[in-house]
């Protein structure tokens, strides 16, 4: 069964959102490399390449369907912030949005009956569950830290470990 051209132009929306949390992520990564945080910037940069990943699986799905993709203008991400716990805050809040955008086109694909579209947006769903948990757990360590340098110094040396996940 063909997507809709309704889930075909939500999807492509979805493909934009995607690319431009990917460049939210990269903004984040350069304040956190020009305050001398490079672990947080490894972070954030591994981040907006999952971002990245995202939108691929969308494009593929729609190719896969025979549709195509079409990008967008991606609006210019805020450049700074005031600290840590702020960028990463600002990164729940976005995840949280994205969240609901998945959960729309689930609510959207179910009311058309296009059961391959909620096939497909499931893994979505489960992915977003674990972006939002993860960057809670960072939020809730940088509370632990607080005004703490030495901490603050041993949390970025933690989260630099971090490696991009393929969603495979
Ligand atoms: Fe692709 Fe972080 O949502």
Known sequence: MAISKTMS??????????????????S????????????????????ASEERIHAQKIHQFLD??????????????QAEWKTPVD??????????????CIHDLVRMARKEDDIATESFLGWF???????????QALIDKLEMVGDNRMGLYQL????????????G
């Open 9 to 26: 132009d939500a999807l492509n929306k979805q493909f934009n959102e995607e690319l431009s949390s990917a460049y939210l992520y990269e």
């Open 28 to 47: 984040m990564a350069a304040d956190f490399y020009a305050k001398n945080l490079s672990g947080f910037a490894v972070w954030m940069t591994a981040q």
């Open 64 to 77: 896969g369907n025979g549709e195509r993709v079409f990008y967008a203008a991606i609006s210019e991400p």
């Open 87 to 100: 960028a990463i805050k600002a990164a729940l809040g976005h995840e949280k949005f994205i969240s609901k």
């Open 125 to 135: 769903v489960t992915e977003q569950i674990e972006e939002e948990t993860t960057a």
């Open 156 to 167: 970025d040396k933690e989260v630099s470990t971090r490696v991009e996940n393929n969603g």
